[in-house]
């Protein structure tokens, strides 16, 4: 009876049945080419950590921790320590972030709170322009209108009265410290206030306007009511853009004037990890040189990574946190 | 007394507000002045600086003034395709694994690992595309430029197909599968042409912000004064073209820097545009 089962059926059955079977095969081999990709971005990721690593290894063993903590590289003597390097580029974001993050949150409590309905679609747009603009445009214009402005107008300025002070002491230059931290906040307001923006419209309404009927000003509602709330949100915004600025090259290569030492004047050259890399790879004579960049390089992304991952966990948490509050 | 003082307070309050208030309307203003400070600027130095030879001839060597960049322009052009090549079809294939297949950890780990990379310095990347690319093959190439370039747009390609692939709506999918058709074809035939214009959005912004990066090319495509047609020779790019000329002593490099930025700036807006456009008829064919 089961035997001749099968010849009883009508053929337009069978014939979905072959389809049918062939379909899964396909379906299939879909599915496992787009697992394949997936995978494989996968290995360009673990990729770039082993190259990075393996082109190191000869500044590793030759310097071990000391490279994390020798203040010279001397190219000519042959010693290499990141630390200045480190330095330059933590005192370039730092300036960028405390410039940055007012002006940015400024921006996204104006375009959620205080901006006439009409007006905010046209001014975020122009806004995230400012994050469209490729970075070596900054950097041109940082070299060509920032850096004689800081040398003729405002370095002088404010060293009149203030240069006893070692922060604000030495020779202008109008390339350093201070060219590179103006255009690094330039760059990171887009991408703090983007993200704000989007923290801070996730406040339930019912929450600002039970404030507002309580008889709160707008700015007490802001202050008291949506900041409090967004909190770990904006912190993450803030901790993303100064991922940007750690790792940001061409626009701080073209104005900081690469030079290693620890300076304590805003007005003083000095050097980022990306900037010395960008500067010195091709110039770089002999393997230990390459191989201490590359280590730079290992040492940037190693920063960068950390940085990221804390920045997402925190806008993460406050998106699960959101999520929560919505559904109680 | 007590409802003087009440009134009092209630003044401040008032006055704060306002203050407050101001300060972010001022912080907006101070942006937007900086946006048009800066493109002002561009426009218009770089509209000065333009000429026809700007886009047909090659650059001319130190004292001679005139001369272009088009070798340049079709260096960008021809690395811009290349990494387009390598990193849409990565990027779509694998957004479509994470939207369509997958689920759980596996999928947070891939998500993870885009969102991280995207966060890779951009030198940092151009210094992988160095040791993987030029260093086997001993010099520098458009090839490595190209692979620099689509090591920064994959991330972003697939996160944002991801994104496009999540909001076309279930009930499509079901309706197709409902007809009988295979999974593979419901999601080349149904969810890939609802998306198609959310797709070429995140297309346009991966290759607008790959145009102007000037990092990773610095030693994988290194630069050219002459024009460089094959995969295999150091090319010219804009932004690399702009940076040398920029940190030149000569005004008349100055100019063409300008000219390069111009040219770079449009080049984005256009590719913006496009992306704005069509995630226009994205929404309207939802």
């Keep these: 009876m089961r035997l001749t089962a099968p010849e009883t059926e009508p053929a337009s059955t069978r014939a979905r049945r072959h389809s049918l079977g062939r379909g899964n095969i396909t379906d299939q081999a879909f599915k496992g080419l787009t697992l394949l990709v997936a995978l494989s971005v996968l290995a360009l990721a673990g990729l770039l950590v082993f190259e990075l690593t ?79 603009i490729p970075s070596i445009v900054y950097g041109l214009w940082g070299l060509v209108v920032l ?75 802001v202050w008291k009511v949506v900041l409090p709330f967004v909190r770990t949100g904006l912190v993450g915004a803030v901790i993303l853009g100064l991922g940007r600025a ?28 990306a900037s010395t890399i960008a500067n010195e790879f091709t110039e770089a004579t002999y393997k230990l040189y390459i191989s201490s960049l590359i280590e730079v390089a290992l040492v940037l992304m190693i920063l960068t990574l950390m940085v990221n991952i804390l920045a997402r966990t925190l806008v993460w948490r406050f998106t699960a946190k959101v999520k929560g509050e919505r559904t109680l | 007394m007590m409802r003087q003082a009440g009134r009092l307070t209630y003044q401040r309050r008032k006055v704060m507000n306002k203050v407050w208030l101001t300060a972010t309307v001022l912080a907006a203003a101070a942006t937007v002045l900086a946006l048009v400070f800066i493109l002002g600027y561009v426009i218009a130095n770089g509209a000065r600086a333009l000429n026809l030879d700007f886009f047909s001839k090659l650059p001319k060597p130190v004292g001679e003034t005139g001369g272009g960049m088009a070798n340049a322009i ?28 997958g689920g759980g950890r596996f999928n947070a780990v891939i998500r ?11 030198i940092v990347v151009g210094m992988f595309a160095y040791l993987v690319v030029v260093l086997p093959m001993g010099h520098f190439s458009s090839l490595a430029g190209g692979i620099a370039l689509a090591v920064i747009m994959i991330p972003i390609v697939t996160r944002g197909t991801e994104e496009i692939l999540r909001v ?23 969810v890939i042409p609802t998306a198609a214009p959310g ?11 790959a145009s102007g990066e000037t990092a990773p090319l610095l030693f994988t495509s290194l630069g050219s004064q002459f024009w460089s047609m094959s995969l ?7 932004p690399v073209q702009i940076f040398s000329y920029a940190i030149a002593p000569y005004d008349d490099w100055h100019r063409q820097a300008w000219a390069g930025a111009l040219t770079l700036v449009a080049m984005v807006a256009v590719l913006t545009l496009v992306a704005r456009l069509a995630f226009r008829g994205f929404k309207v064919q939802r």
């Design chain 1, 54 to 132: 393996k082109g190191s290894m000869l500044s590793i063993r030759t310097f071990g921790f000391g490279f994390l903590s020798s203040q010279h590289w001397d190219p000519v003597h042959q010693e290499f320590g990141v630390l200045p390097l480190v330095f330059g580029t933590l005192v370039t974001s730092l300036i960028a972030v405390i410039l940055a993050v007012p002006i940015s949150i400024g921006i996204a409590i104006f375009l959620t709170e205080v901006c006439p309905l009409p007006l905010r679609r046209p001014i975020s747009f122009l806004v995230d322009l400012l994050a469209a």
């Design chain 2, 168 to 190: 076309v709506p279930d009930s499509l999918r079901e309706a197709a599968l409902a007809l009988g058709v295979n999974r593979w074809r419901v999601i080349v035939s149904v």
């Design chain 2, 232 to 238: 295999d020779q150091p090319t010219a790019s804009i």
């Design chain 2, 112 to 122: 993870f690992v885009a969102d991280t990379m995207a966060g890779v310095p951009s």
């Design chain 1, 147 to 221: 850096v004689p402005w800081i040398r003729v107008t405002m370095g002088p300025s404010v060293q009149k009265p203030l240069g006893w002070f070692p922060l604000f002491g030495g020779p202008i230059y109008g390339i350093g410290v201070l060219a590179a931290g103006l255009i690094l906040a330039i760059m990171i307001v887009p991408i703090i206030s983007a993200v704000s923006r989007e923290v801070i419209s996730s406040v339930p309404q019912a929450q600002k306007e039970g404030m507002l009927a309580l008889g709160a000003t707008r700015w007490e509602t």
């Design chain 2, 74 to 101: 079709v260096g960008t052009l021809i690395m811009l395709g290349l990494a387009s090549a390598i990193a849409l079809p990565i990027g779509v294939l694998t957004g479509v694994y994470l939207s369509e297949y």
């Design chain 2, 199 to 209: 797709l070429i959005t995140s297309f346009m912004l991966a290759i607008a912000r």
């Design chain 1, 246 to 273: 750690l790792g940001e090259t061409m626009a701080v290569t073209m104005v900081i004037g690469n030079r290693h030492e620890i300076v304590a004047s805003l007005f003083s050259p000095s050097a980022t990890m």
